[in-house]
């Protein structure tokens, strides 16, 4: 079975950093990131890696959010710097092979 353990989040005025991780133990995948979901809104992909190493991001998130990796870990993180209100949400990372793994969410607020 996958294991997405997600841990960060939280509050913080705009501006401010945060960073959230995904550990998924004893397993790498190349695949792997971040959607979000705001209220009333659809869930949305904010930042994610491909097999062939490249690395997406969404464009209302480039120059702010960088994905990184500890490989040792298995944890994928998602540094998210001058974080503004329209960046809450709650942010899930996956896991993808067939099909995509989710992890359990973690709730981001930015107030102004």
């Known amino acids: 079975q996958v294991q997405l353990v997600e841990s960060g989040g939280g509050s913080v005025q705009a501006g401010g950093s945060l960073r959230l991780s995904c550990a998924t133990p004893?397993?790498?995948?190349?695949?792997m990131g971040w959607y979000r979901q705001a209220p009333g809104k659809q869930r949305e992909l904010v930042a994610g890696t491909l097999s062939d190493g490249r690395i997406n991001y969404a464009d209302s998130v480039k120059g702010r959010f960088t994905i990184s990796r500890d490989y040792e870990k298995n944890t994928l993180y998602l540094q998210m710097n001058s974080l503004q209100p329209e960046d809450t949400g709650v942010y899930y990372c996956?896991?993808?092979?067939?099909?995509?793994?989710w992890g359990q969410g973690t709730q981001v607020t930015v107030s102004s």
């Open positions: 004893g397993r790498f995948f190349s695949t």
């Open positions: 996956y896991a993808q092979t067939g099909t995509i793994h």
